[in-house]
């Protein structure tokens, strides 16, 4: 036997050797086992190392991607950036805004009242046989699957939390009506329950993202069972049916339906079928269209259907079927009135000639470095292009005013009949009493340029009830209009006001002050100004368009004999003449004296060699758009057309860094109530550092970013066209949900959207919010446009007199409005980057008007940009529209946000933007970035921070944000004796502790790691 002096002492014996491995003895195994032991913590220290350096990658990875979306989590969590130090006695008032309701439960009664106003008010009666209102304590079956699935919202950001909302049924029995219990089970329970809607495919584009409508599935016939069909005889009163149709952000409703190949706005087989059986087994037969995308309305007058009476009521909102049930039992007598032309065929309308867009024709996917793209479509709009090719002919611009010359007999005006086309025309709608009109008068006053026209309204009927008057106008289609390319409507809405309840009987002189500026057309080839042309203008109070135009023609001398569709009332029509064309009085503007001239030449295809024809009424056939294959140019890419154009600074330029980070003193409380010019802005913008303004500007998601240097508190925005909503930052907070825009415009109640307005307003300020992304203002350029539900109407006096109304509203209350999209975001299909091609004029008279009227008549603080191209030019980058157009002619005094610009989930949706990048658009005039990604406040510092010229535009934005902060409710609670310091949100330690842990226990792993090896080594030395 050997002994082994190993083991500190101990005696241990060598019974064997194998192969040269000592076999020990007990105590030897023993020892073995433990040096095994030791390869054990080895093993196991290496492997933790290698667990905690994993986790402290994917922490660090997790925290930047947290931060990159700080806002989000911020509102979502409700979390403090910041605290208050207060400074003075604590006894200053800082209640700059106060709610008008002492409690909660109060604010929401107050908003469910205004709500179901607003579809008693706005709900739109087209047909009634005179079995309208119901007899009291009727009994109904309500047919269709739509019927117990309600559609209450669109689709996309506007989402709005409808849960709570009364059914059909509930709002019925609730009005003392009966609802047939077995056909509502049928659908919620029975074998009807299996027909829903569906999401739908995008519009004629195989890479769109978003839905573009929905299958409508309707119940069909052969599915009723016998029981259900047996339940109708004793629910017989009326049938009620609803038809429904579904659409929201992402993409336009298909042209085509889903299943059938059948047009999605005109009715399915089964709704077909549907209308037959409910002939067959009831002798009243009421129709409630659930949509805001015009349906077709050849199924109205079919007697196949035997429909008596129609009710389109838009979107229902929260507590609008509780209005809806109000005018079907006669509680409330419908006073809306329609804000589109319905057709019997949507596809009359000239703009829906290339309504999708097409491909630029020498666009390469496999060009990378020519045509930018990304995947799954989130910039769907690249190398796609829209043409406005009819111009101002939009709505009833276009069926009335082609009416008009049909009856006047001009040269080329083609194949049409008026009474074949229109259904129903802008601004028509019933009431369940009848009104005459009388005492027409109207008088210029020179101080103010502008008309009074009043007329004497009486209810000769035999229920209360209110009247909307209509006023219209019509200029002179004159050679110099033809020679310069000016188009001129027959009738143009200039005017509106609604009586109030007239009980049978009673009489209301309503007058509605109509500025000669109304009348003045753009014209962009001669005195690139607006004009107002030589000749005679025609004023006439109507009950829609096409009364407005009868009038008209009646004073012109036309009757039925012409042609007409129904003799017009020359004592409704006022004549003005203008003697001699005038170019001066309208060429500046009355907001704010600025020269008004040409700024849109960059959406005029003819500067890159195309012609593009515009539709004019002095040739009709003609001029009808053609679908145009466009071929990119160089210069389209030289002046911005995806090629990526960055700022390389102003040739030069002499402008000075500004002061920041100066000690001044000062708070934004103090500048509360200042004008914006005032000199004492310099001296608080002085105190703001560069890295303060970079992050305000380069990340704005649903927020403005706290200002430490002057005390600037952050402040939550969101959605909110329908009711204040955060769907997209995960908080669903609202407290009411209410109608869509096309039935907030058919109330033509600028009073009630005032109200409106007050109410939203209140809402949003008692959820702690101080900017609503809306209103939503673009036009219904096509019955087919996704967003319509959040757009008020095909016209734009009618768009901007009721968002002027609705904004005041708003605004009392301290909110401040992101009035959008600006501009040219009339259609959803490949809206982001598409480049929209248009003239100056229909640019100007159509689609900017409503977003004018906003700012100067309601005061609107902000805009939100669109997505979409002027031309080659992204809208944000757009000087002429940004700077020059917006605060130039409108003064707006607030700033501009871009629309979604990307977070670190879809930096790809802000990419294109850079297009025109951050300091580009600042040039331009876009303020603030609706990001939470670190892209464009990188950019501004890696780039930019010696440029004097965008520090300065920098500067400019920042004045913008703060002083529409400063006018607003986020100053409540704070007085200039008060100082808010930054502080780390909760969540954001969190996750520092998290990464410090991982890497503290993988430096902790590693060392133990390290030290068991050496110490097996030493081991195996000793052993050795």
């Known amino acids: 036997m050997e002994r082994d002096g190993s083991g500190a002492g101990e005696i241990q014996t060598v019974i064997n050797t194998v192969n040269g491995e000592k076999i020990l003895s007990r105590k030897g195994k023993i020892m073995k086992e433990k040096n095994k032991k030791k390869g054990l913590g080895v093993k196991k220290w290496s492997i933790l190392t290698a667990v905690f350096a994993i986790l402290t990658v994917v922490s660090i990875i997790g925290t930047n991607i947290a931060l990159s979306a700080g806002q989000a989590i911020n509102i979502f969590l409700k979390t403090d950036t910041y605290k208050i130090v207060d400074k003075g006695n604590g006894k200053e008032d800082t209640t700059y805004f106060e709610s008008d309701f002492d409690s909660e439960e109060e604010l929401e009664e107050n908003g469910r009242k205004v709500a179901e106003q607003l579809h008693a008010e706005g709900s739109v009666l087209l047909k009634n046989n005179g079995v309208l209102p119901l007899k009291e304590d009727a009994k109904v079956s309500t047919l269709s699957h739509s019927s117990v699935d309600m559609v209450t919202c669109g689709t996309g950001a506007a989402d709005i939390d409808t849960s709570n909302a009364p059914t059909l049924k509930e709002a019925l029995e609730s009005r003392g009506i009966s609802v047939n219990g077995a056909l509502w089970d049928f659908y919620t329970k029975g074998a009807g329950k299996d027909y829903v809607r569906t999401p739908g495919k995008a519009a004629n584009q195989e890479n769109q993202s978003g839905r573009a409508g929905w299958h409508i599935n309707e119940v069909p016939v052969s599915a009723y069972t016998s029981d259900v069909t047996s339940s109708f005889a004793q629910y017989n009163d009326a049938a009620i049916v609803t038809i429904s149709r579904i659409s929201g952000e992402g993409a336009d409703l298909a042209s085509e339906n889903f299943k059938d190949g059948e047009n999605v706005l005109s009715l399915t087989k089964e709704e077909q079928d549907m209308l037959k059986m409910a002939k067959d087994n009831f002798e009243n037969v009421i129709v409630l269209i659930n949509s805001t995308n015009a349906l077709e309305c050849d199924f109205i007058e079919n007697e196949e259907y035997g429909v008596d009476a129609v009710l389109w009521i838009g979107y229902t909102g929260g507590w609008g079927l509780n209005g809806v049930a109000d005018i079907l039992t006669g509680n409330a007598n419908p006073s809306g009135r329609l804000v589109d032309t319905y057709c019997y065929d949507n596809t009359t309308a000239p703009a829906m000639v290339g309504i999708y867009g097409s491909d630029y024709t020498n666009y390469d996917p496999d060009d990378k470095e020519k045509w930018y793209s990304v995947a799954n479509g989130q910039l769907d709009g690249n190398h796609h292009y829209i043409t406005y090719q009819e111009g101002i002919y939009v709505g009833y611009r276009y069926y009335e005013t082609r009416y008009e010359d049909v009856v006047m007999g001009t040269e080329n005006v083609g194949d049409y009949n008026y009474n074949d086309t229109v259904a129903y025309p802008f601004g028509y709608g019933l009431s369940y009493t009848e009104f005459e009109y009388s005492d027409f008068k109207t008088e210029y006053n020179k101080e103010t340029d502008s008309f009074e026209v009043s007329v004497k309204v009486t209810n000769v009927g035999d229920v209360a009830g209110k009247e909307v008057v209509q006023i219209y106008f019509q200029s002179p289609y004159t050679e110099y209009d033809k020679e310069n390319g000016i188009e001129k409507a027959s009738v143009e ?117 195309y012609e593009i024809t515009y539709l004019s009424r002095n040739n009709w056939t003609g001029t009808w758009p053609e679908t145009m294959e466009i071929e990119a140019t160089e210069e389209m890419f030289a002046d911005g057309l995806y090629d990526y154009q960055t700022y390389e600074g102003i040739d030069g330029s002499d402008t000075k860094m500004p002061t920041m980070g100066a000690d001044n003193g000062l708070t934004l409380a103090m500048m509360i109530g200042k004008e914006y010019d005032d000199p004492a802005w310099d001296d608080l913008l002085d105190q703001v550092t560069f890295d303060e303004m970079a992050t305000l500007i380069g990340q704005g998601y649903h927020n403005t970013a706290v200002v430490p240097s002057v005390s600037k508190p952050a402040t939550v925005d969101d959605n909110g066209p329908q009711g204040f909503t955060q769907n997209l930052t995960g908080v669903s907070e609202c407290h009411t949900a209410y109608a869509d825009e096309n039935i907030m415009a058919a109330t033509y109640n600028v009073d009630l959207m005032e109200e409106l307005g007050k109410a939203l307003g209140n809402d949003v300020l008692d959820l702690g919010a101080s900017g609503l992304y809306g209103p939503a203002m673009n036009i219904h350029r096509n019955a087919y446009a996704g967003r319509n539900f959040e757009y008020y109407s095909e016209d734009s006096f009618l768009s901007g007199a009721i968002a002027a109304a609705e904004v005041k509203g708003i605004q009392s209350k301290g909110v401040y409005v992101y009035i959008k999209h600006f501009v040219l975001n009339d259609s959803e299909t490949a809206c982001r980057c598409i480049s929209t091609w248009a003239n100056e004029q229909s640019i100007r008279e159509v689609y900017l008007k409503p977003f004018e009227m906003a700012i100067v008549d309601g005061g609107a603080m902000n805009v939100m940009n669109s997505f979409a191209r002027l031309g080659v030019v992204w809208s944000g980058g757009h000087e002429g529209l940004m700077t020059n157009v917006l605060r130039g002619e409108w003064g707006m005094k607030g700033f501009g946000l871009t629309d979604f610009s990307g977070n670190a989930q879809f930096e790809s949706y802000g990419l294109y933007m850079k297009t025109f990048d951050v300091a580009r658009g600042l040039l331009a005039g876009t303020d603030c970035w609706d990001s939470s990604s670190m892209s464009w406040t990188n950019d501004l510092n890696k780039l930019y921070k010696n440029d004097p010229d965008i520090v300065q535009a920098m500067r400019q934005a920042t004045h913008r944000i703060l002083y529409t902060v400063a006018n607003s409710n986020a100053m409540n609670g704070l007085s200039a004796n008060q100082q808010v310091v930054a502080v780390t949100p909760w969540w954001q330690t969190a996750l520092y502790v998290v990464c410090a842990g991982m890497g503290a226990m993988t430096v902790v792993s590693l060392v133990m790691a390290l030290r068991c090896r050496k110490k097996r080594t030493d081991e195996k030395k000793k052993e050795a």
């Open 493 to 609: 809405l200039c005017g509106f006001d609604k009586t109030e309840i007239l009980d049978p009987g009673a009489s209301e002189i309503v007058t509605v002050n109509v500025l000669r500026e109304e009348l003045a057309c753009y014209d962009e080839n001669g005195a690139k100004t607006y004009i107002l042309d030589a000749g005679d203008y025609y004023l006439t109070a109507a009950k829609n368009a096409h009364d407005a135009v009868n009038n008209v023609l009646a004073a012109k001398g036309y009757t039925k004999a012409d042609g007409m569709t129904a003799d017009g009332n020359v004592e409704l029509t006022y004549q003005y003449n203008n003697k001699e064309l005038d170019t001066e009085t309208y060429s500046v503007s009355r907001a704010t004296g600025e020269a008004i001239t040409n700024q849109f030449e960059s959406a005029d295809l003819s500067q890159y060699g």
